[in-house]
């Protein structure tokens, strides 16, 4: 027997306890049916539970994509990257107040 002989891949939900009650059908076509329940029987799991993961996992990464994406006026970018282009002018207050902080701290 090999090492991967009789190996099972668990699922796990990220809500323990709760039990799927929404009903969610897709169309898809035969070639890809033949195909989902081919990678669900080599995962040796239902093909819903096959489906389901890995609509939700797909799902989170598009949300997650989504959450960590600013999006601004194209007015707004632009603007933005001619203040990052434009040289930088000096700032007395700010030259002042880190000559300040190189008397106050120390390092060790």
């Known amino acids: 027997m090999t090492p991967?002989?009789?190996a099972r891949t668990l699922v796990r939900t990220?809500?323990?306890?709760?039990?799927?009650?929404?009903?969610?059908?897709?169309?898809v076509r035969p070639d890809s049916k033949t195909r989902l329940e081919r990678a669900a029987g080599i995962e040796q799991v239902p093909l819903s539970d096959f489906v389901r993961s890995a609509a939700e996992a797909r799902?989170?990464?598009?949300?997650?994509?989504?959450?960590?994406?600013?999006?601004?006026?194209?007015?707004?970018?632009?603007?933005?990257?001619?203040a990052l282009d434009a040289p930088a002018?000096?700032?007395p207050a700010l030259?002042?107040?880190?000559?300040?902080?190189?008397?106050v701290i120390t390092r060790d």
């Open 4 to 6: 991967l002989q009789g």
């Open 59 to 82: 799902a989170d990464e598009v949300l997650r994509e989504h959450d960590a994406t600013t999006r601004v006026p194209a007015a707004f970018f632009d603007q933005l990257l001619a």
């Open 89 to 91: 002018v000096a700032n």
């Open 95 to 103: 030259a002042a107040a880190a000559r300040r902080a190189r008397t």
């Open 14 to 27: 990220r809500e323990v306890g709760m039990t799927a009650s929404a009903r969610l059908e897709v169309r």
